[in-house]
């Protein structure tokens, strides 16, 4: 029996312990949040993926340990690094997080471990960031390989056992160790002949939505102009079976890939004197998107948005998920207050942001704004009351929900 410990409890970490556990490995799910540790422990989670009774009875056969302990990895054969990478305050990568983990593994794992990279970064993190620290721990020899997340919060269909997995190692013994791995919880696995190519990889998946949904942003500017829907002639595009593929307008992106992975890959490209244009004017476009729309909207109303009662339906970046990480909603919400306006949200999934408790739909309010429209929310508040509430749909989707779409 495997022994394996995956560093990061989140919405990576987490499902991917799991899944290792039910495939009969025994895992130590390490995290540094005693909180998360201790909740883990009682079988909680905020993961809409991640079953409390599947917890709790991995728990009970000793297949699955939370705990916030390092010197459990020592009797690891496999551990997996699966820490945030988001952006610092000058958008560039902070990878803090995954240098600290390394270190940590360094320190505590024992010679033989195969340590794998599953957090997104930059082509050349795992050989030149990663590899250099456990070459400085002299007397272990490790094997070191990357396998960047697919994770889809709140996707049905498609989860860690049957989405392809991209698998390099540093070497061929480290590849191989990977691929034996894997294969233990994945249909169907990818060995591609360097860890720079798996890292780039991932990061061209989301570059590939950033600026394709950069592109529907700016193509909803054009059809404003021209006086069509979007929305419509999106649809319409959609109808051909072979070359196309929707991607829907929106007042931003949110989420860890999409507004951040593009930046990681740029990144990269600056360094080696390289420009990233496509890149670059997809964040802008995408970027600029709020404020023109605010600006319509208060259009609209008569041009002034002051003390006007706006009602958010929907503030996580995606439905049916929790995760408000990057969420244009946030960014919407708060713009709205600069501008004077009193704003609530309504989110079943949120419930608490910020200090602020999320409140029914409510007639009492004069424009409702849909943002992320989880399938529980239900808008016949609104629809009752079209006379007194102008609603704007702004979902990034073709479900009619009730008024014409925004875009």
């Not at 991209?166 to 169907?188: M, P, R």
């Not at 706006?310 to 708060?334: C, M, T, W």
Request: with cysteine.
């Amino acid at each position: 029996m495997l022994t394996v410990t995956v560093v990061g409890q989140g919405y990576v970490g987490l499902p991917l312990a799991i899944q290792a556990a039910e495939a009969g490995c025994r895992v130590f799910g390490f995290d540094e949040d005693k909180a998360k540790v201790q909740s883990l422990l009682e079988g909680k989670t905020k993961l809409n993926d991640v079953n409390t009774q599947k917890i709790l009875n991995l728990m009970r056969h000793k297949m699955y340990t939370p705990t916030h302990d390092p010197e459990l990895m020592n009797t690891s054969d496999v551990i997996v690094i699966a820490v945030p990478t988001p952006l610092n305050s000058n958008q560039e990568p902070d990878l803090s997080f995954l240098i600290s983990a390394s270190k940590n593994i360094a320190t505590y794992c024992k010679s033989g471990s195969l340590i794998i990279n599953e957090s997104t970064s930059y082509p050349g993190t795992l050989r030149q960031v990663i590899a250099p620290i456990f070459k400085k721990n002299l007397g272990k020899e490790v094997y070191l390989a990357v396998a960047p997340e697919r994770i889809d919060p709140a996707n049905k269909n498609w989860n860690i056992e049957n989405t392809p997995r991209i698998v390099s190692g540093l070497d061929e013994k480290a590849t191989q160790l990977a691929l034996n791995f894997y294969s233990l919880f994945c249909k169907s696995i990818l060995k591609v002949t360097s860890p720079e190519v798996a890292e780039a990889a991932k990061l061209f998946e989301n570059t590939f939505r950033l600026v394709n949904i950069a592109l529907a942003n700016e193509f909803s500017i054009l059809s404003k102009a021209l006086g069509f829907s979007t929305n419509e002639a999106i649809q319409a595009a959609s109808t051909k079976p072979f070359g196309f593929m929707p991607f829907y307008p929106s007042i931003g992106v949110g989420g860890h890939c999409i507004p951040i992975d593009p930046i990681y890959l740029s990144y990269a490209a600056d360094r080696l004197g390289v420009k990233s244009n496509f890149i670059e004017l997809a964040n802008k476009t995408n970027s600029n998107m709020l404020s023109n729309v605010l600006t319509e909207i208060a259009d609209n109303y008569g041009g002034n948005l002051n003390k006007t009662r706006v009602q958010v339906a929907g503030i996580s970046y995606k439905p049916e998920v929790s995760d408000l990480r990057e969420s244009p909603a946030i960014e919407l919400i708060q713009y709205l207050r600069k501008q004077g306006a009193s704003v609530t949200w309504h989110d079943p999934y949120v419930k608490v942001w910020n200090g602020e408790f999320s409140s029914d739909l409510s007639k009492s309010i004069d424009i409702g704004l849909i943002v992320t429209p989880h399938k529980n929310i239900d808008f016949s508040v609104w629809r009752e009351n079209k006379e007194n509430i102008l609603v704007f749909d702004l979902s990034a989707n073709s479900i009619n929900y009730g008024w014409p779409k925004f875009f």
